[in-house]
């Protein structure tokens, strides 16, 4: 059974920086191969869940536009783990964050996610 937990979120003010962090267990596969792509998303109140970044094959990344520039994501192999660097954080980033599987084929269930809370 895969597990993700993520970790990292708080309250900060607009301007200020949080590293989220997602650990993942219970499975053979490594986060870093060609068939465990890895996003987060982010939920906010009254929202659906969207999409914010994603690290493939090679390191390759993907940002939504909202976040090009300022949010970063990363993983370390050795400890099983996808980090999302966010920096100048706005009001609009409030949300709950989610780690998962970016291919819907290793996709699992949603977890509790973190919150994270920009004031103005």
């Known amino acids: 059974q895969v597990q993700l937990v993520e970790s990292g979120g708080g309250l900060v003010q607009a301007g200020g920086a949080l590293r989220l962090s997602c650990v993942v267990s219970?499975?053979?596969?490594?986060?870093?191969?060609?068939?465990?792509?890895m996003g987060w998303y982010r939920q906010a109140p009254g929202k659906e869940r969207e999409f914010v970044a994603s690290?493939?094959?090679?390191?390759?990344?993907n940002y939504a536009d909202s976040v090009k520039g300022r949010f970063t994501i990363s993983r370390d192999a050795a400890k099983n783990t996808v980090y999302l660097q966010m920096n100048n954080l706005k009001p609009e980033d409030t949300a709950v964050y989610y780690c998962?599987?970016?291919?819907?084929?290793?996709?699992?269930?949603w977890g509790q996610g973190t919150q994270v809370t920009v004031s103005s």
């Open positions: 690290i493939k094959s090679a390191d390759s990344t």
């Open positions: 998962n599987f970016f291919s819907l084929r290793a996709r699992v269930g």
């Open positions: 219970g499975t053979d596969l490594s986060i870093n191969s060609s068939v465990n792509s």
